[in-house]
C-alpha cells in the first residue's frame, strides 16, 4: 500500500512570510497526526485529527499556526506568519483505528522548512 | 506528560556488536513503541509491547519491558552499518505518544 505522502519536502522562507504543508495519509486511516521536529530533538505532536475532527491540539501554537483535514482525508498545515524558530521538520502521520488507543503510526518523510 | 527518556543519548559500536538502548517513563502505560529514524527521514515504527507483555522479538530486535521499574530496553543483536540512525521509545497511556530526545545509534564498518 502507498505510504503517507507530504509536500513540498523542502521549502524556504522569509521571516513573517505563510506557509504551507500538505499531507495525504494512508488509505482508510481514520486518524492523521502532526509533529514539529526541531534538530536534535524529538518530534512534538502540534494537532491530532480523528476523521475531520480535531482530537488533541493543546500544543498547537493558534496565533500562527492552523491546520484543517476536510473531507477526513488530506490535511494541510499552515503558519501564519513564520518566525525564525518554526524552522524545523513538519512530519505527518496515520493510524488505522480512532484515536486514543496507542495505536502504530505511519510517518511521512516531513517538509524540512527553513525560516531566514 | 508521558514522555519516554531515552539512554544513552549516543552510542557507538562496531559492525556486528549488540547495541541496547534504554527507556524510563514515569506513569502506567497501555504499550510502549520504539521508532527508527534515518537521518533525513520519517519515522518508522519497529515494535510496540503491551503492559502486559515482558518481551518481545521481531528479527533482530528484543525489546523488554519492565512496568515495575517503568523501564524498557531495545536490543539490536549482530549490528549492521544500516542500522545507523536515532532511536525513539514512545510510551502510550491512551491517549498520544510523546516521543523522547531519542539515541543517536552509530554502526561502524
Known amino acids: 500500500e502507498a505510504g503517507v505522502a507530504q509536500s513540498p519536502r523542502y521549502k524556504i522562507i522569509e521571516k513573517r512570510q505563510s506557509v504551507a504543508f500538505w499531507c495525504n495519509p494512508i488509505?482508510?486511516?481514520?486518524?492523521l497526526y502532526w509533529y514539529q521536529q526541531i534538530l536534535g530533538q524529538g518530534p512534538k505532536l502540534l494537532i491530532q485529527f480523528q476523521n475531520n475532527g480535531v482530537v488533541d491540539d493543546s500544543q498547537l501554537p493558534k496565533d500562527r499556526f492552523s491546520a484543517e483535514r476536510l473531507k477526513g482525508v488530506d490535511s494541510t498545515l499552515k503558519i501564519q506568519p513564520a518566525k525564525l524558530e518554526d524552522s524545523a521538520v513538519y512530519l505527518c502521520?496515520?493510524?488505522?483505528?480512532?484515536?486514543?488507543?496507542?495505536?502504530?503510526?505511519?510517518f511521512g518523510p516531513g517538509t524540512r522548512l527553513l525560516v531566514l | 506528560s508521558q514522555q519516554g527518556e531515552e539512554d544513552p543519548q549516543a552510542l557507538s559500536i562496531q559492525e556486528g556488536e549488540n547495541a541496547t538502548m534504554n527507556c524510563s517513563y514515569k506513569t502506567s502505560i497501555n504499550n510502549l513503541q520504539w521508532y527508527r529514524q534515518n537521518s533525513g527521514r520519517g519515522l518508522v515504527h519497529l515494535i510496540l509491547?503491551?503492559?502486559?507483555?515482558r518481551e518481545k522479538h521481531s528479527g533482530r530486535l528484543r525489546v523488554t519491558l519492565d512496568t515495575s521499574k517503568k523501564s524498557s530496553s531495545l536490543l539490536i543483536t549482530a549490528s549492521r552499518a544500516a542500522d545507523t540512525a536515532s532511536y525513539f521509545c514512545a510510551p502510550s497511556s491512551g491517549s498520544r505518544l510523546t516521543f523522547g530526545e531519542g539515541t543517536q545509534l552509530t554502526v561502524n564498518p
Open positions: 502521520a496515520s493510524s488505522p483505528r480512532i484515536a486514543g488507543g496507542g495505536e502504530t503510526q505511519y
Open positions: 509491547i503491551r503492559s502486559n507483555e
Open positions: 488509505s482508510g486511516h481514520a486518524t
